[in-house]
């Protein structure tokens, strides 16, 4: 079955340091890939998106790219701040099929930012 | 209010009680799912629902009954609590546009203790 691995947290780093949270899957075909977050007290929202190969999902200074041939989509930001304290979150979906957009979550990684 | 809301957001009730968990989405959205939140599992599907009266297990359905008679509630049930379902519940709701499955939305969450 299908399967997404997440770098061990919690990871914890200075503010303006750089980031980058490691994801791997295991795919029976080609799913879409997601990055969510959950700030304290919250649920998730997403972060951002890709849906082939190749493709780089980006938002607020956040990227990832799509692997397919290493089967990575690492997350990474050139300059953390203290409110990107979070647990994060790597995912996976297929677009069509009887799926439904079921994800497929890794299992979280938390990221503590210190002034 | 718009959005998806879950009710309550914090539950304690003991073993052998009938607990059951509300989730209220405005959008529409066809899809609907909840999901539980475990230290060092992430989020794990419970069930699902692609439309009212259609529903389908997901990874870790056992002790769990869901309904879905209106488009926009889902409530869970966990029929005879355990310890073991101890854990933070989130419903998360999606669009299907043009075919493809889209971002899930999520709940706040409800943190149920079993005792």
């Known amino acids: 079955g299908d399967s997404v691995t997440q770098m061990e947290g919690p990871v914890t780093l200075s503010e303006e340091a750089f980031l980058t949270i490691n994801c791997t899957y295991t795919?029976?075909?080609?799913?879409?890939l997601f990055w969510y977050v959950q700030y304290p007290g919250e649920g998730l929202q997403l972060l951002l998106k890709?849906?082939?190969?190749?493709d780089k999902g980006s938002n607020k200074g956040f990227e990832a790219t799509y692997r397919k041939e290493t089967t990575s989509f690492h997350l990474e930001k050139g300059s953390v701040q203290v409110s990107d304290s979070a647990v994060y979150f790597c995912?996976?979906?297929?677009?069509?099929?009887?799926?439904?957009?079921?994800?497929?979550f890794g299992q979280g990684t938390i990221l503590t930012v210190h002034p | 209010d718009a959005g998806i809301t879950q009710s309550p957001r914090y539950k304690i009730t003991e073993t052998g009680r009938q607990v059951t968990l509300m989730c209220h989405q405005t959008?529409?959205?066809?899809?609907m799912f909840w999901y539980r939140q475990d230290l060092g599992h992430g989020l794990r599907l419970i069930y699902y629902?692609?439309?009212?009266?259609?529903?389908d297990k997901g990874e870790v359905p056992d002790g769990y009954v869901v309904s879905r008679s209106k488009t926009e509630n889902f409530p869970l049930t966990l029929e005879s609590a355990t310890r073991s379902q101890t854990s933070v519940y989130f419903c998360?709701?999606?669009?299907?546009?043009?075919?493809?499955?889209?971002?899930?939305?999520f709940g706040p969450g409800t943190r149920l203790t079993v005792l």
């Open positions: 998360a709701s999606s669009p299907r546009q043009g075919g493809s499955y889209n971002e899930q939305f």
């Open positions: 795919a029976t075909g080609y799913p879409s």
């Open positions: 959008w529409s959205h066809s899809y």
């Open positions: 890709a849906t082939k190969a190749d």
């Open positions: 629902s692609a439309a009212a009266d259609i529903t």
């Open positions: 995912a996976l979906t297929y677009a069509g099929g009887t799926s439904y957009g079921k994800l497929t």
